[in-house]
């Protein structure tokens, strides 16, 4: 688990926490999840 947190923190605003609502910040580690799930091309 700690792992993926670090994979998604990567991502500058998972690590940042810039968005203020959290419907926002979700939406984020959703995006930020779904770029490390899908391969690379």
Do not use: G, H, Q
């Amino acid at each position: 688990m700690e792992c993926c947190i670090n994979r998604l923190k990567r991502n500058r605003a998972v690590a940042t926490r810039y968005d203020k609502l959290a419907v926002r910040f979700e939406a984020v580690l959703v995006i930020a999840s779904i770029n490390e799930w899908l391969p690379r091309l």
